[in-house]
């Protein structure tokens, strides 16, 4: 069974469906299995930070329940980066340290970090600043981080573009309309052509591939002269106006977040083409709501590869699905570079071949 441990576990980054079925396959591996003990680390970094540290003592009873809840029993945060922490007084602190410190407050020997590419960077380099044993677990709906097929919360995004389109359907075939739905995913496309071939849209607009109004109302357009006059048009937050501008919202807090690429293009295609058109914006709820069965399935897999690799020594390394199969990886080579989609690549090809105008 190997010398007893005590290891955390936190969740870091926007949630996603599938945490909490995470956390739970950590607790069962390393305390059912291996006989240790795991402390859920509250809202990421911020419960080592805070004095004294805020965690949780997990058990296999406190979260057999929890399988398919979602969010993250832990809490989360997407802001507040350790190396440049925004102060009460707006100054910008180094806090690094504090997090070490927490950590050997915890009495921990190591540490899992489930996040997004951001998120693992930041993990990885505090744990090389102190003698940190990190092991990293991918999550995001974006399913940007490279080198692993997929990330937990990619799929119930997924399904819930997917169910959007299938809703959007009936009401725009109705109103003979183009619904345009936008939906997040970052910098990458890879929820608007997934969803958008699921749910059998019109036009998928996404950020690697350069589009134009004209092409897309080309595409409305021939519809209508086939007597089908309605259109269901997918796009990805991260497409830019025509004349390539992000299209951003931004707070009081003077954060400023990706928002108003569906209105935009919906504005354009009416003046462009006359249709009448419409605008669902999805947001949070792609985050949000009961994991998928493969969410909960690949967050499971994750967990329990997670703390094998702590098992076996193999720190620095993130668990990735490969060839339907757990790997372990340098967090290295999955934060070096960024998985957009692939423009040559087989969803790309599948779209063209039904006919779905890509815009280009
Ligand atoms: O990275 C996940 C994600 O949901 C992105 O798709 C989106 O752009 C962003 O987070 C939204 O962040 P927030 O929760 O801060 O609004």
């Known amino acids: ?67 398919t809840q979602g969010g993250t029993i832990l809490g989360t945060t997407n802001k507040g980066n350790p190396f440049a ?99 997040m995913g970052r910098d990458a496309g890879h929820i608007a052509i997934s969803a958008g071939i699921a749910g059998g849209a019109d036009v998928i607009l996404i950020p690697e591939i350069p589009y134009t109004i004209e092409k897309v109302c080309h595409k409305i357009q021939e519809r209508q002269a086939q007597g089908r006059h309605f259109c269901l048009v997918v796009v990805s937050e991260a ?16 954060e400023c977040r990706f928002g108003g690429i569906g209105q935009y293009l919906a504005d354009r295609i009416s003046a462009c083409s006359e249709a009448e058109t419409r605008v669902t914006v999805l947001g949070h709820t792609q985050r949000g709501g009961i994991p998928s069965p493969l969410d909960r399935l690949i967050a499971s897999a994750f967990g329990v590869g997670a703390v094998d690799l702590i ?30 989609v692939d423009p040559n690549g087989t969803l790309v090809k599948t779209a063209r071949g039904l006919g779905i105008c890509l815009g280009d």
């Open 1 to 67: 069974m190997g010398e007893h441990k005590r290891i955390g576990i936190l969740t870091s980054g926007g949630d996603c469906a599938g945490l909490n079925a995470v956390i739970r396959a950590v607790t069962h591996r390393a305390v059912g299995t291996y006989g240790w003990e795991v402390m859920g680390i509250y809202r990421a970094t911020q419960g080592l930070m805070s004095r004294p540290p805020q965690a949780i003592a997990l058990d296999v009873e406190k979260v057999d329940a929890i399988l």
């Open 85 to 183: 922490f925004p102060m009460a007084d707006g100054t910008l602190r180094d806090r690094s340290d504090e997090i070490l410190e927490g950590y050997y407050q915890l009495g921990l020997d190591a540490l899992i970090g489930v996040g997004g590419d951001g998120s693992l960077a930041i993990l990885r380099k505090i744990a090389q600043q102190g003698n940190l044993k990190f092991v990293g677990i991918p999550k995001t709906i974006d399913n940007d981080v490279s080198i692993t097929e997929r990330s937990i919360g990619f799929d119930t995004a997924v399904n819930i573009a997917t169910e959007a389109l299938d809703r959007l359907h009936f009401t725009a075939a109705s109103h003979d309309r183009v619904i345009v739905l936008e939906v």
């Open 239 to 254: 497409v830019c106006t025509e004349t390539g501008e992000a299209v951003k919202i931004s707070d009081r807090f003077g």
């Open 311 to 340: 098992a076996n020594g193999q720190y620095d390394h993130m668990v990735a699905w490969q060839n339907r199969q757990v790997v372990g990886v340098p967090i290295a080579e999955a934060i070096g570079q960024y998985q957009a």
